[in-house]
């Protein structure tokens, strides 16, 4: 992103914020009111995207023709229902990095948002791990960790019904220590204003219908293995030789169990996007959904 770009983003948001001509707080109560907030987010989304498709790295790739009509209709119709967001795209596309830095965004603005890891839905494979010594051995045995029999769906979409719904619930955890074990109910995980559910599994079979707003996010496949292969050998203490195995692994993997769900998207992002940029798209928003009149 150029310093021209970045100043343009900057403006916008200052923009907003010093504005004398602000919109009074809608009465979210009423349909009237909601329905002038959803034309009122329209204008600034199609703003935003106007901005973005001039970015030199823009983050919005695709978005469906008519995801906002959608969204916005949804928000008339079900306002008490939270909104329900879900990031999926293949491995290494910068899923996780995104949703890190969308922490580090609700932390220091204190937005109402849920983070929940569908990873954590992986089945407890502790037992046969046991049996043949390692994961990896696990794996080349034929193992299938990627494909939607691995993970716990039915518990997923229970949790999501559930959160959905305004209910905090407890999801399971998955320990990344190579033991293969699942601990049931070990995660509290609020019901907030707006719920992110991220990783390959978050839309597996009919979950995609429980959000809102889905999203892909995609990533130049060189991009992919070099992080991959890194992330391997120096966060998970493999080497090289497994690392790229298991990279075969996952792009065959990826293509029969995770690609198909970028044709339903919603929005489809690029998972390669200054970081930064992608930081200050989240302070717009924060700023045109609380820049209200009293």
Excluded at 5 to 10: D, F, I, K, T, V
Excluded at 14 to 22: A, G, V
Excluded at 125 to 149: A, H
Excluded at 194 to 220: C, F, L, P, Q, R
Aim: aromatic share 10%.
């Amino acid at each position: 992103m150029t310093n021209e770009q970045e100043n343009g983003l900057s403006h916008l948001i200052k923009k907003e914020l010093s504005s004398s001509d602000k919109m009074l707080k809608p009465d979210f109560n009423q349909k009237t009111g909601r329905e002038l907030l959803a034309f009122y987010l329209q204008s600034k989304f199609k703003q935003l995207l106007a901005f973005d498709s001039n970015a030199e790295q823009p983050i919005f790739t695709e978005v469906r023709y008519d995801f906002i009509q959608n969204f916005s209709k949804r928000l008339i119709q079900n306002p008490t229902k939270r909104i329900m967001i879900g990031i999926t795209g293949e491995s290494a596309s910068g899923k996780s990095t995104i949703c890190d830095t969308l922490k580090d965004v609700i932390q220091r603005l204190k937005l109402p948002v849920t983070i929940l890891s569908a990873d954590n839905y992986f089945n407890d494979i502790s037992e046969q791990i046991k049996v043949y010594g390692t994961f990896d051995k696990l794996r080349d045995n034929g193992y299938d960790v990627d494909s939607p029999n691995s993970f716990q769906l039915d518990v997923l979409k229970k949790d999501l019904e559930d959160i959905s719904q305004g209910v905090d619930i407890y999801s399971p955890e998955y320990l990344l220590n190579g033991t293969g074990v699942s601990v049931p109910k070990a995660k509290l995980v609020p019901s907030n204003k707006i719920v992110v559910v991220e990783g390959m599994a978050s839309m597996y079979g009919d979950i995609n219908k429980i959000y809102d707003i889905k999203v892909y996010v995609e990533t130049d496949i060189n991009i992919r293995k070099e992080r991959f292969i890194t992330r391997a050998c120096s966060e998970r203490n493999q080497d090289l030789e497994n690392a790229k195995k298991h990279w075969q692994y996952i792009l065959g993997a990826g293509e029969k169990y995770v690609q198909p769900y970028k044709n339903s998207a919603d929005i489809i992002i690029n998972g390669d996007t200054n970081l930064g940029y992608f930081v200050q798209i989240l302070e717009y928003f924060n700023t045109i959904t609380n820049n209200f009149d009293a």
